[in-house]
């Protein structure tokens, strides 16, 4: 059998069948778009306010707009569902957000960081396969974009799971990755760029259906990286492979609030890249006995390899933040202990909420819809389900929020309405 033709047939096969499913899926768009419409009180509490604030606001704004004769923005409404139903777009909760957070009384609409304050980076590293990595990058970058906050997602995972949420895997197959800036980065260290363009961070970011939430994706051929970083570091002994992914950042720091960066299963490369460029850690860790071990060997190799790096002289991260959490939580008996020895053994790194394994958080749909873009009455479950993953996850997206908060001095204030407002404000 010819091992090379026969593998280049399964995969174009494959790749032909994928696109016909989800082309079907996603009829008559054929793109994925952001289709959930918000009830009033879901869309209050995306800008932080209560429901009957929200009612206040609206109904001041267009008592001051009549008097002026003006006619307030129907951009800034409710829509219309259906005969009778009105919901909020996401687009109108950030017109919202857009016209009144410069008002004092509304600061709380506006949750992005100052001028001279630096992104929150968050690497989401674990050592074993199956840990909730992605499904954690995922929602938690899909509710801070909701939330108003600007948001990367920089997947450095060969796998493209988390690309693959956001865009079809032909969109990403030939998209450039951190590997093609890195070689540019490279050629211009040794006078062997012609293209300066190739330098732009911002050109391999590429926009998502979700408002606020860009991507630097991945794809296969991210693997070379692999293979790359120690070739390079044994051609230039002056190579400092650990912060290339970090110099990539610096260049469009300043065009987001957060950045998340999801990592492969092991301690690849661009893992140690994504710990050495993060100023804040979140490791997803299921309630079970061997992924509770797993993970300790995990951070004896993390703590191993920083002690190697400053050994060498290298400057190692400190990070602001760093937190476990528990990932892929069913509740059974088994769990409910190993969640409890977690939270003896860890104290307060541990996150006060887990997230929950439920046919909701890992899928809402086939077409990799999460939970947080479909509305409770379209769920393809039951109801029960539902509002408990949501529930769940809110409580969890409410102390992500909250530590985020905690690094800009600008917010301050806002940090102090959160945390008043304990999980429910998320």
């Not at 609206?58 to 009549?66: G, I, R, V």
């Not at 409580?395 to 530590?403: A, F, I």
Request: proline share 3%.
């Amino acid at each position: 059998m010819d091992i090379i033709n026969t593998f280049d047939s399964l995969y174009k096969r494959g790749l032909k069948a994928l696109e016909f499913d989800r082309n079907a899926r996603l009829e008559p768009d054929r793109e994925k778009v952001f289709k959930r419409f918000f009830r009033n009180q879901e869309a209050a509490r995306l800008l932080g306010i209560t429901h009957d604030q929200l009612r206040y606001l609206l109904k001041t704004e267009k008592s001051l707009a009549k008097a002026e004769g003006r006619i307030f923005p129907s951009n800034m409404s409710p829509t219309r569902i259906d005969g009778k139903n009105k919901g909020w777009t996401i687009s109108a909760i950030n017109n919202i957000r857009e016209v009144y957070a410069g008002n004092p009384r509304y600061k709380i609409f506006n949750p992005r960081k100052a001028e001279g304050e630096t992104a929150a980076r968050i690497a989401v590293p674990m050592f074993k396969g199956g840990a909730g990595k992605s499904t954690t990058c995922i929602h938690t970058a899909i509710h801070l974009a909701l939330r108003g906050y600007r948001v990367l997602v920089v997947d450095c995972d060969a796998q493209a799971t988390t690309s693959m949420q956001f865009k079809s895997f032909n969109e990403i197959n030939g998209s450039k990755t951190i590997d093609d800036y890195l070689t540019a980065e490279w050629d211009r260290t040794h006078n062997q760029l012609d293209d300066k363009s190739l330098l732009d961070s911002s050109a391999y970011v590429q926009s998502t259906y979700v408002p606020n939430l860009d991507l630097l994706p991945a794809n296969l051929y991210l693997y070379e990286t692999e293979i790359s970083f120690p070739v390079r570091q044994y051609q230039d002994s002056e190579y400092d492979l650990q912060f290339q992914l970090d110099k990539m950042l610096s260049n469009i720091d300043d065009d987001y609030d957060v950045i998340i960066m999801d990592t492969a299963p092991s301690m690849s490369y661009l893992t140690i890249n994504a710990l050495f460029a993060a100023n804040m850690v979140l490791m997803p860790i299921p309630a079970k006995e061997y992924d509770f071990e797993s993970s300790l060997m995990f951070f004896n190799m993390v703590s191993g390899l920083m002690k190697t790096f400053k050994n060498l002289g290298v400057q190692v991260p400190d990070y602001d933040v760093i937190k476990i959490l528990t990932s892929k939580f069913g509740g059974k008996a088994s769990e409910v202990d190993m969640d409890a020895t977690m939270r003896a053994a860890f104290s307060n790194f541990k996150m006060l909420f887990p997230m929950l394994d439920s046919d909701a958080i890992g899928g809402a749909s086939g077409d990799r819809t999460t939970v947080l873009e479909i509305n409770g009455c379209d769920y393809n479950g039951s109801q029960r389900t539902y509002k408990r993953a949501t529930d769940m996850l809110s409580k969890v997206m409410w102390e992500v929020e909250c530590l985020i908060l905690g690094r800009w001095s600008s917010k301050a204030e806002l940090l102090e309405i959160m945390e008043n407002k304990e999980w429910e404000a998320a």
